[in-house]
């Protein structure tokens, strides 16, 4: 049995193999060379660690895992994308996929690019919102990987369709690791909408760590989804992180199915006056499934408002937690604040750890938060079966109904459709 400080030394070959390979970018194997001092000093995280206190890496230190493939995989992007109609770039087995891409038609001011091809429009933007000192898997992502998405919107342009970033373990490489970056600039008063979805086929078995790092400018929008339908032998760790100037909007829904462990942390940063996040999240997961949301929300300066909802449906011996903290900063008069988790258990083996967090440091704020556990209502359930629904349909429409909360705060109607129809995938049926 490996324990977890034997099993983080096997990433390092890999840094060392990829730095003898050399980058055309010196500051690119710089960033490499931090990433890889951070996470030597610091190793991956363990139960000591107040974030991790409640997710256990002792199945993914068992696993061992490839870092290169000899040739990627061909997936038909249209069996996992979310929509037919929109600009789409493709990663299959940490490569761009350009025959399954497709980004022919984008608007003047609009750049979607590979990372790889982008790094010094991209270079100013990266590590700026994360920390290799506390996060482990940050330094890890940034010290092995290799691709990823480059998006840029000029000022003023409002994007009239989704950008889809499909990411796929198509299986064809066991076990395989990848470690994406992806960077999002929002100039002024810019909108535009980006998907970001994980898929893969059932029983791949692998890891995706990923990193979304956003500036968004004054009065920019971006109206953010982000769906992970991996297998559920998967690891997945993703980590989403946006800087907002004044006026700005960042829309970011969050939807966990898949994963062995899953482990999302988002965090908004607020530092323009009139700056809004909404930050709504919805995880289903059965069997032994582990999920776990981390979220941060920091108010640096006066009249800025978040609105934060998490929704879980846990069955079997399935574990979730969530962890949001809002942080108000002294100077962040004027705030308004909400935060809520609810969580829904459908068996006794089911667990959740919610832990939702306020601290407050200034006096004339509008804050609230709040967390709650319960079990189907046995009076709705027999009100349904006293009309001819089997049990199992009757507590597959009730699991539905809870989730409806989240669902229905994406605006964009082509993607509320798209989503139910995957959620209610997962609901057991007759």
């Known amino acids: 049995m490996k324990q977890l400080t034997e099993f983080q030394t096997d990433f390092i070959p890999v840094a060392e193999m990829r730095r003898e390979n050399g980058l055309p970018n010196p500051d690119w194997r710089g960033l490499r060379a931090s990433g890889q001092q951070y996470f030597e000093r610091n190793g991956l995280p363990g139960k000591r660690d107040e974030d991790w206190k409640y997710t256990s890496l002792w199945s993914f230190s068992q696993q061992q895992f490839t870092h290169d493939v000899s040739q990627p995989g061909h997936v038909n992007a249209a069996d996992w994308q979310l ?6 770039l493709v990663i299959v087995d940490g490569h761009i996929d350009f025959t399954a891409s497709s980004l022919s038609g984008l608007p003047d001011g609009v750049t979607v690019q ?3 091809q ?3 429009a991209a270079m100013p933007y ?10 482990g898997f940050n330094a890890l992502n940034t010290m092995l990987m290799s691709e990823g998405a480059y998006i840029h919107v000029a000022a003023g342009v409002k994007l009239k369709k989704p950008i889809e970033l499909l990411v796929v373990n198509s299986g064809n490489t066991a076990d395989l690791a990848v470690h994406l970056r992806h960077v999002v600039v929002m100039e002024a008063e810019s909108e535009a909408t980006l998907i970001e979805l994980y898929a893969s086929p059932d029983d791949t078995t692998g890891l995706t760590n990923s990193i979304t790092e956003i500036d968004l400018a004054d009065r920019a929008k971006l109206f953010h989804y982000k769906l992970q339908r991996e297998s559920k032998q998967q690891f997945h760790i993703a980590t989403m992180a946006a800087k907002q100037a004044q006026s700005s909007e960042w829309h970011n829904h969050n939807i966990s199915l898949g994963g062995q462990l899953a482990r999302n942390d988002v965090h ?3 530092l323009g006056e009139q ?3 909404t930050m709504n999240g919805l995880y289903l997961v059965d069997g032994r499934q582990h999920v776990d949301n981390h979220t941060r929300i920091d108010h640096t300066i006066p009249n800025t408002t978040s609105d934060e909802l998490y929704k879980g449906v846990m069955d079997d011996k399935s574990h979730a937690v969530f962890n949001g903290k809002v942080h108000v900063h002294r100077d962040a008069q004027k705030t308004d604040a909400n935060q809520a988790n609810k969580n829904l258990l459908l068996s006794r083996g089911a667990e959740i750890d919610s832990k939702p967090e306020m601290e407050i440091y200034a006096d004339d704020v509008k804050c609230g938060h709040g967390s709650a556990i319960g079990q189907i209502n046995e009076d709705q359930l027999f009100f349904l079966r006293a009309r001819g629904l089997s049990e199992t349909s009757a507590r597959s429409l009730l ?3 809870f989730a409806a909360d989240v669902i229905e705060q ?3 109607t082509d993607i509320r459709d798209a989503i139910i129809r995957v959620v209610e995938q997962r609901l057991p049926r007759n």
């Open 83 to 88: 929509l037919s109609d929109a600009y789409q």
């Open 114 to 116: 590979p990372l790889s």
């Open 118 to 120: 982008s790094l010094d």
């Open 126 to 135: 990266l590590n700026q919102q994360i920390s290799l000192e506390k996060s």
């Open 268 to 270: 908004s940063q607020l």
């Open 275 to 277: 700056a809004h996040v």
């Open 399 to 401: 699991t539905f109904a």
């Open 410 to 412: 994406i605006d964009n």
